[in-house]
């Protein structure tokens, strides 16, 4: 069975084609800065790249031009489009209305929209690759997977904001979580790598990439994670906030003149790594900063790890106890200062990194970053979220049920 993996953005389609015998990547790719100047395509089939310059007006034009690189003569690895056996989308905002990965029907497309108040960038976006799909391929079936399905097994008292309750009720305003198919793909292969049930164990998924979140997984079960009602909240990222005293951007916006966009924009694309170090959004980048002096740097990268630290300490409280520590995703697999300075005074919970291990660990490998004698294992577990998509589209066309 071939699936297609499509995560589409406001101006980007991310692509996987995925032969399910055996989990191979047959090719990947990107379309981006559809709509706009100097929009490209860039195609990967095994280990050979191609990058074509063309103008790609909306999504239908994008999709139209990966299916001519994967029905291509050189870079092609199927023949004609109806190869594709099923298509698997990401969709950012399943509201409450979704627990889990679904076929998608005219009745769920509907549903999806109904949540575009909860993202109103993304969800019109995923929309749109859904019904370039459709005009592409109309006979194929699709499945939408979710990133806050797997956060709606957290209970009131952890996913409520203490606001009016009407606000709950008419807007649906209160925690819901994202990441959810990395949290959930990392810590299943976490138990699997223990060689544990997953149902036996307390998990805390840390998951830090250019967005970041963490998440307490009790006996397989997300019962709280640090994003909330948007990805805006938690731990601060590259280029977001995370917590802030609520009254901030109100005092932002009275002290600055600038109105709710621009609040918005300075919170979104203008704090965490690029706020703090006036330098740049990368952890390289603060990492070498911060090697060579740079005060900023260092405090940012301190911030980072200190706001980590925190949550394990939370997390642990929270489902009483702790076995597993799982990093994932660009700065979790790679940067083994983060991860040591992350860790850095948790004896007492049980938590010991072997240092060696831990700098051995990177660039996309698996392991053990826990000391022998550590009672917590820590784990580094790339994670893989086009996988889990394709896995739970085949899972739905062979009629089983999604992990
Ligand atoms: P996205 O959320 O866009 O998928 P990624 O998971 O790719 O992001 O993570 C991007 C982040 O990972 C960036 O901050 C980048 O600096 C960081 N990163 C990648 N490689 C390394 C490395 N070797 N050391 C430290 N940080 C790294």
Known sequence: MKILVLNTGSSSVKYQVIEMEGEVVLAKGIVERIGLPGSRLKHRKGTDDVVVEKDVKDHNEAINLIFTYLTHEEYGVISSPEEIDAVGHRVVHGGEKFTSSVLITDEVLEMIRDCIPLAPLHNPANLAGIEAIKRALPQVPMVAVFD?????????????????????????IRRYGFHGT???????????????????????TVHLGN???????KFGK??????????????????RCGNLDPAIPLAIQRELKIN?????????KKSGMIGISGLS???RDLEEASSKGNQRAKLALEMYTYMVKKYIGAYSAAMGGLDV??????IGENSSFVREKSCEGLNYLGVVIDKERNREVVGGKEGEISSKGSKIKVLVVPTNEELVIARDTKAIMDGKTPD
């Open 260 to 268: 709710y966009t621009q609040v918005d924009h300075l919170l979104n």
């Open 281 to 283: 959004s990368d952890m």
């Open 148 to 172: 806050t399905a797997f956060h709606q097994t957290m209970l009131p008292f952890s996913y409520m904001y203490a606001l009016p309750y009407e606000l709950y009720e008419k807007y649906k």
């Open 325 to 330: 520590l799982v990093f994932t995703a660009g």
């Open 182 to 204: 990395s949290h959930r793909y990392v810590s299943q292969k976490a138990a699997r790598l223990m060689g544990e049930r997953i149902e036996r164990l307390k998990i805390i």
């Open 222 to 239: 997300s019962i709280d994670t640090t994003m909330g009602y948007t990805p805006l909240e938690g731990l601060y990222m590259g280029t």
């Open 211 to 217: 967005g970041a979140s963490m998440a307490a997984i």
